[in-house]
């Protein structure tokens, strides 16, 4: 791999991207990971798993209404992933905001639902 791959920068994909940050943010290099996360989010703005990576750090450091209002400001696409209902539900439950974060979880589990059976019909 070469520098840009270890920084997450211009040559990786983005799985690598984000595998790369989840493994420093499993370190607890936050700083980092908060910086890869930033950078894929700043190539693709509207994108729910950088917002949702970035957000699992506020959420770790405490800064819940930091992470809430990222998610929400990705809330178009983001509503239609399993990861970010479930990652915002958590931080509402982290305020206290609990029938807000029951809902989320209730689109997850819809959500969940329908994807599963896409994949029997498509089988």
Known sequence: RGADDEAGGGNTRRGEGMSFGAGCLLR???????????DMAKKDPGAPGAACGRAEIDRLTGAYQAGIERLMAVEERGRNSTEWLVSLAGLLTEVGRYDEAGQRLKSALALNDEQAELSVESA
């Open 28 to 38: 607890g290099d936050f700083e980092r990971a908060g910086q890869l996360y930033d």
